[in-house]
Structures are given as structure tokens and as C-alpha cells.
């Protein structure tokens, strides 16, 4: 059977599996479908990796192929590993880390983003999406807020353009429950957020970067660009990049002032 793993995701990483195993079979996808009691259409999105495959249908699998609990094992491997492969050293990367610094230009960062909002970030990107690709996005993209919700979080520092809290995504109602779900998040004694304001002038960045810290550990970056993202570790490259967040925060408005200013766009957006 296929061992190496595929370039995009968990779902393609089962997929595969399911395809090797049917063929080694003998089996048709139709013919597996039916001793699944799943469609062909249903099997053939499974093994492209279009959709990650239910728990029932990994069963049936395990039950089909004769393998009890592999493919059921396979798809929670599967649900975990899940995000597109450029950016799981990231994830797994923020797992671990003691403070993660953010600055977020354009939208609110993916860590404090609502289901819904989130929702409306995938469906803009991603337009010919099956709605429960979608969901599966969503799903994963909220997942990584369990890093905050340990015995020992990170300390998460957020510095937010202004624009990201004036933007709409989706409906007004969409970006209340963001606004209030930001107020929320800063009742955590480990979440400051602060806001850079318009006036404050030409930011000291215009594209949108994280800072990870590990305590014994080099500290290291994130950057995206619209097909990937890069973790850089070049001391030299961190450093500068340290340098600029400080100069954003310096800019930004004090945390008590920025969540007031967070307070009045939500009232505005509840009108």
C-alpha cells in the first residue's frame, strides 16, 4: 500500500489509502460504494481528497477490506493532520510556543476568528468549495484555538490594522459576533489586543506576519503569500522582524484604548 504522504492534505492522505486498497482488491468504486453502502460519487470525492471521509465510511472500510480499526485510525490521523502541508510546520510550531506575537493587516488573525467569520473568509477564497469543504476548513481553522485553552497557554499578542474591524465579512451581524468575540477573548489574562489606529500613519508593515517565541529556543516567523507560507529562522531576518512589530505596537493604541475603540465599531455594526 501507498506509505508517503500526499503534498496537500489529511483528506488526499486518506484518500490515497482507500484508492490503493480498493484496486488492490479488485474492486470498482462502485463496488466498494455499495459494500459500504456509499454512493460512487461519495467514493470517488474520498479518494481525490475533495472530502474528508466520515467515521462511518472509514468503518465500513475496515469491514470491506478486512483490516478492523486501520482505516478508522487512519481517518482521526487524518482529521489531525488535515491543513494543506506548507502550513502544518507552522501549526505544529504554534503548539509549542511560549508567546506568539501577530499582526493582522487586513483580517482578524485565524486563531480569534468566529465560525461564521471564518466561514465567510474560506467561501470568498474558495467560491467553488463544496459547503462541507468549507465547514472542514472552518473546523480546523477553530481547532487551533485549543492551544489557548491548556494549563500553561501562550501569552498571544495581537496588533490589529484598523481596517480589520471596519471591513465587512459577511453580514453586519457577522462582524458583531466578531467584535464581541474579541472582547471576550481579552477577558483572558493571556489574549492583549491592540488596535492601529488609521492616524497613526503608514504602518511599519503592510502585510501580515507572526512571531513565534519557544523560551531556550530561537525565536522564528511566519509569513504567507497568497499560494503558501514559509517559517523563517535566520536569526538576522527574526530580528528585523522583531523590530518592526515593536515599531507597530509602539504605534497601536494602549490595550484599554483599543477595546474601547473594539466596543464602538461593535455598537456600529449592531445598528
Given amino acids: 500500500m501507498a506509505n508517503d504522504l500526499p ?3 489529511g483528506a ?11 484496486t488492490d482488491r479488485g474492486m470498482s ?23 474528508l471521509a466520515s467515521p462511518e465510511f472509514a468503518t465500513a472500510c475496515d469491514t470491506v477490506f478486512g483490516t478492523p480499526g486501520t482505516f478508522a485510525r487512519l ?21 509549542r510556543a511560549t508567546t506568539i506575537l501577530a499582526y493582522s493587516s487586513a483580517l482578524i ?3 480569534l476568528q468566529t465560525e461564521a467569520y471564518a466561514h465567510e473568509v474560506f467561501r470568498k477564497a474558495h467560491p467553488r468549495d463544496a459547503l462541507e469543504a468549507t465547514a ?7 481547532r487551533r484555538r485549543h492551544v489557548m485553552e491548556g494549563d500553561n497557554p501562550p501569552l498571544l499578542w495581537v496588533v490589529l490594522d484598523e481596517s480589520t474591524l471596519l471591513r465587512r465579512v459577511g453580514s453586519r451581524n457577522v462582524m458583531r459576533e466578531q467584535m464581541a468575540y474579541l472582547l471576550q477573548a481579552k477577558e483572558s489574562p493571556h489574549v492583549t489586543l491592540q488596535v492601529l489606529p488609521f492616524d497613526s500613519g503608514a504602518p511599519a508593515s503592510h502585510l501580515p506576519f507572526y512571531m513565534l517565541k519557544f523560551g531556550d529556543e530561537p525565536d522564528v516567523l511566519y509569513v504567507e503569500n497568497p499560494i503558501s507560507g514559509q517559517v523563517i529562522d535566520c536569526r538576522k531576518t527574526v530580528a528585523n522582524a522583531q523590530v518592526t512589530y515593536d515599531r507597530l505596537r509602539a504605534d497601536a493604541l494602549a490595550p484599554e484604548a483599543s477595546l474601547e475603540l473594539i466596543r464602538k465599531v461593535m455598537e456600529e ?3
Fill in 269 to 271: 455594526w449592531s445598528t
Fill in 75 to 95: 481517518r482521526r490521523r487524518a482529521a489531525q493532520r488535515g491543513y494543506p502541508a506548507w502550513f502544518e510546520p507552522y501549526v505544529r510550531l504554534e503548539e
Fill in 7 to 9: 503534498p496537500e492534505s
Fill in 12 to 22: 488526499a492522505y486518506f484518500g490515497t489509502e482507500v484508492r490503493e486498497w480498493r
Fill in 29 to 51: 468504486q462502485r463496488e466498494l460504494g455499495e459494500a459500504a453502502q456509499y454512493g460512487q460519487q461519495y467514493v470517488a470525492k474520498v479518494e481525490a481528497g475533495e472530502r
Fill in 136 to 142: 472542514e476548513r472552518v473546523a480546523r481553522r477553530l
Fill in 109 to 111: 488573525m485565524g486563531m
